[in-house]
Structure formats: structure tokens, C-alpha cells
């Protein structure tokens, strides 16, 4: 195939469009583009509409078949070219995932465009782009593909979907599906599945908009879920927990999904209630 033609492929592959019918064959007709003039692209025989003829004006989408042929169709797919769309896993395999993607080739989702191993079952948000070989692919790497500037003021409820884990700076949310935002690591208070949508607040709204997401509530109301929760789990331990504001922030953090602040916080508040005491080796409960 000469460059031109790799050119033209790569203007029209993973887009719907017009096209003309220019020609029929056994397997079906031949689109053709006023743009292109030199571009033919089959439409299989199953999805010529009928009574089609010659001239005719069909909206049409180009992909790529089984042995890399540019085909057409008729069929909307859930994802275009440069689009974000939230996509499926059927299957894994060695060389990476396969996604349902609304046509009957599933959408290749190679491992190194993966965030995280995704597995069978999983929804995962994906763009459409086209690799080294000319073929259509999937990538998780949208951050740079993700408005910046939602239309949220702090206090607000807002819904996403984790698409990102780092080390360094937290974790990456696609809210609504659009903007990327934000959890910093100390705004976490449980372990949370990549993939999944979450309901989050607006904890700040930074310059150019960027959103900074907490699994939180304000600090009032978080200080009495969180002593309510070390209540439950006093009642559930019989009246005594070994961790006081002495044990080490990585334990509380296992044990009670709560930073060492939040959890001194929370204890204080309930010391001073009188509902708990604190030992050398623990609190606890008051009966």
C-alpha cells in the first residue's frame, strides 16, 4: 500500500460519513468519497440496504476487517475517532483486551494503553486512535483528552469514574465522563476499584478550573461519621480497640481507612462525649 493510500485511510478509518455507492460486486458494493476519488472501501453484501443502487448516498462507517481491509458499514459503533467512550471488557488475552464496541470485530485494547490490568466484565473509559500498523486501537491514556475546566463550584456532589492510580500524585477521576479531576491521596477514605464511578465532593477548584475531589464530607460532618464508625467497631471488639493517637499513621490507616488526624479528631470528640477513655494500650468504651 503506497503512503497516499495510508494517508487517505487515516482520514476516514474509526469516522462516520457519506459515501456513494460507485459500484456492486458478489460480496456487496463499493463505496466511494468526491474527496478521495481514489479510495474504494466494500460494504458487505449483509448491510447493502435493499433495492441500493448505483449513486446512491449512504452514511457509513470505516474500519478495518479481519485480515486489515478497510470495510464499511452501516452499523453505528460506541466510539469514533478521537472520541471518549465508556466500553466493556469481553475478553483478555496475551497480547491484551478486547472490547465490545457495537461491530462485529471487537476493539483492541493493547496492554501498554492499559492504566491498569483490566479484566473480563469491566467497564473501562477509552479513546479510539489508530496505531503504528494502520489498525484501529484503544487507549486508557485520555488525560490529555479530559476537559480541565468543569462547571462545579466547591461544595458540589459529582459522579466519575477512576481511570488513573499514581504514587506520586493520587488518583485520576473522568468526571461525568468529560473532565478529569483530582483525589489526592489524603482525600481517600476507603480502597476504591479502578473502573468504577463514585460519588465524590468538590473539595477545591483550582486555577483554570481543575477540580480537586474528596471521598470525604466537610470536616464537621466526617468528624461524626467517623466517630460513629469507631463506636461500631468498639461494640464489635467487645469494648476495647488497641489503637490510641499514638499508633503509627500506616496502621489507623488499615485499620480504620482514616488519616492520623481524622482519627485523633474523631477519638477526641468522643472522649470528650464521655463515651470512650483513653488507655495506654487503646480506648475504650464507656458503658
Known sequence: MSELSIGIESKVIGKSGRYYIMSKSPNGVYLGTYEYPDLKILLPNNQVPKGAEKGDILEAYIYKDSEDRLIATLE?????????ATLRVKDVTKIGAFLE???????FLPFKEQTYRVKPGDDVIVKLYVDKSARLCATMKIYNDLGK???AKVGDRVKGRIYEITE?????VAVEDKYSALIPHNEMTKDIIP?????????EVRDGGK?????REK???QMGMDSEMILAKLEAAGGFLPFHDKTPPAIIKREFSLSKNAFKRAIGRLLKEKKIIIREDGIELIR
Open 211 to 215: 477540580m480537586a475531589l474528596s471521598m
Open 76 to 84: 453505528r459503533p460506541m466510539i469514533e475517532m478521537n472520541k471518549i
Open 101 to 107: 464496541w457495537g461491530l462485529a470485530k471487537d476493539l
Open 168 to 172: 506520586s500524585y493520587g488518583v485520576f
Open 219 to 221: 470536616a464537621v460532618v
Open 149 to 151: 475546566k468543569a462547571d
Open 195 to 203: 473502573g468504577k464511578v463514585y460519588e465524590f465532593r468538590v473539595k
